[in-house]
């Protein structure tokens, strides 16, 4: 920036005085929305990987810093051209007195209403739509400044609209992808007799369908801001072509090798159980003082489980030809723990062994708990109960399923992340654009591009909220709702994006959050109906219902007391 221009931006300031608080007070007030979108709503991206145990809290974050930057700097620039999302007649502004100072007041106060909803929602662990929470936000200043004149009614009854059909869309995909992967890979004897050609087409379709839409959305930044729809179709399949020949020649061969080691370790895991037997049987139960037998309590189950683990382990090592491996198995601590996922993914196995002459059968089972995690019980063949207790809503994911599909979902949400850092940065930071281009123009509507640093400045609050407050909603959506798995969260991850692709495209206004919402509670649904939180999910529902009402209010209130201030 040369002498004259700094001359010239810091003349324009002086004169533009009466409004130049309202400019500086709104960075710091979109940094405040900033944070509480990142608290929020990205957990829409990484929510599902995180309750699918695929990535730690941690490494979340961090690829959620990396890619929502990338998205907001990289494809956000268009952001200027969707800053109300169409809800708020700008026009009106330019005939009525003093209307730029009233609009910029407005963007103001459509911030603080955001703001103060998201922050309350991620308080409360319910996630709720951005998108939806700025639009109620305008709807609230335009009704105290222009009255029921300045809103468009149309574009929020297709709002009310979404309420219903972004869950219902993305739930129907999800599940119809779920019973796919459950039935060509989850429930073969031979995981890979499919999947080999599947996963490859799985790997090409979620490159297709992310290149698309973020080529679609445009791209300036990269030069790729006016491609036509012809270009964009060739440029994405071709790059999913060679994706499929890549995963299905390299990748694959590589990954049987791995599914095949985790089976032989499976197999040598039931061996030493079965040939425990004898240490284990009957150590679910021991004689009270009546003489009657009890079960074990909790103390008593935990340490019964660490003395199995050792058993186990000694046996590992001392009967395996290769030394290595064994002690590689018995320090992962694979062993009872893991006895739920060796067969075919169930929650029992069956334990035979050749005692005092002849075979006796005992039932090794899990027993998922959210403090202490998996600790094993020991029941008698007979016990019905027992076998009740291996319900499939508590079934956790096993070691071939998430060997498969880890690296697929962890894809998957890396895109989610740009996609949402380039399409959504807009709720975050609109109504700031908007400020900085009236304040530069002095005119109600802006056309100029959108400026790289405050697209940063954006994605620099997203990510604070992320790392602060984030986890709280991550909960919600990845380990409360239902349970997750790496192939469940694979079919959340990529029909949601699909759908929000296909429904944007078509005129149907979905939001994200709705749609990665109801695609968990569906597969979860799928599963079983008790595999489902309905609490959770009446209060989650509650939520969308009042955050366009909640949000105005909040903005209705800021305005009023903004428009006092200034007078």
């Known amino acids: 920036m040369d002498l004259t221009t700094i001359v010239t931006t810091a003349t324009a300031a002086i004169q533009a005085e009466p409004v ?68 708020v007649d700008v026009t009106i502004y330019s005939t009525m007195p003093n209307g730029i100072n009233m609009l910029m007041l407005g963007n103001l106060a459509a911030m603080l209403g955001s703001a103060a909803w998201q922050l309350i929602a991620t308080f409360f662990k319910v996630p709720v739509s951005g998108t939806h929470s700025i639009v109620g936000a305008c709807i609230g200043f335009s009704l105290v400044v222009a009255g029921f004149q300045g809103v468009n009614w149309t574009k929020l009854l297709m709002i009310v609209l979404s309420w219903f059909l972004s869950p219902v869309l993305s739930g129907i995909m999800a599940v119809s992808l779920f019973w796919i992967v459950k ?115 909790k103390n008593e189950a935990k340490a019964a489980n660490e003395e199995l683990n050792i058993t186990v382990n000694e046996r590992l090592i001392n009967n395996t030809d290769n030394r290595e491996d064994a002690v590689m198995i018995a320090n992962d601590k694979l062993l009872v723990e893991n006895v739920a996922t060796i067969t075919s993914n169930k929650k029992e196995a069956t334990v035979v062994d050749d005692i005092d002459g002849g075979y006796d059968e005992y039932k090794v089972t899990t027993t998922t708990t959210t403090t202490t995690g998996s600790s094993p019980d020991i029941q008698d063949d007979d016990d019905d ?134 695609a968990v509670v569906s597969v979860g649904w799928a599963r079983s109906r008790s595999a489902v939180d309905w609490k959770l999910v009446r209060n989650i529902a509650i939520a969308w219902f009042v955050t366009v009402p909640a949000s105005a209010i909040f903005s209705a209130l800021a305005m009023w007391i903004l428009i006092y201030a200034a007078a």
């Open 20 to 87: 130049l608080w309202i400019l500086i007070v709104g960075f710091v007030v979109a940094f405040i929305l900033a944070f509480a979108v990142g608290a929020n709503d990205v957990a829409n991206s990484f929510g599902t990987a995180v309750g699918s145990k695929v990535l730690t809290m941690k490494q979340a974050c961090i690829c959620a810093t990396i890619f929502e930057t990338l998205g907001s700097v990289l494809i956000g620039a268009k952001v200027g051209q969707t800053i109300r999302k169409g809800i």
């Open 183 to 297: 039935k060509t890979v989850n429930d073969q004897k031979d995981p890979l007799r499919y999947s080999r050609y599947l996963l490859p087409l799985f790997y090409a379709i979620t490159l297709i369908i992310n290149c698309f839409s973020i080529l679609y959305s445009g791209a300036p930044m990269l030069g790729l801001g006016d491609l036509s729809v012809g270009y964009i179709c060739l440029i994405s399949f071709s790059l999913g072509c060679v994706v499929y020949l890549l995963v299905y020649f390299i990748y694959i061969p590589r990954l049987s090798r791995d599914v095949k080691t985790i089976e032989a370790e499976e197999a040598l895991i039931l061996q030493e159980v079965g040939q425990c037997g004898d240490f284990v049987k009957g150590m679910d139960r021991k004689p009270n003082d009546s003489g009657y037998e009890t079960p074990l309590n």
């Open 385 to 518: 109960d027992h076998k009740e207790a291996a319900d499939e809503d508590e079934e956790e994911s096993s070691r071939v399923e998430a060997r498969l599909f880890s690296n697929l979902q962890i894809l998957t949400a890396c895109f989610a992340s740009f996609a949402h850092g380039g399409n959504d940065v807009s709720n975050a930071i609109g109504p700031l654009i908007a400020l900085w281009m009236i304040f530069q123009s002095g005119e109600v509507e802006q056309e100029s591009v959108t400026p790289w640093y405050i697209l940063i400045f954006g994605s620099v609050g997203i990510c604070v909220g992320l790392w602060t407050m984030g986890k709280r909603v991550i909960e919600t959506i990845g380990e409360n709702l239902t349970k997750v798995t790496a192939s469940r969260g694979f079919c959340i991850e990529l029909m949601t994006a699909i759908t929000v692709l296909i429904a944007s495209n078509i005129g149907i206004p979905v939001s994200t959050t709705h749609c990665k919402v109801g």
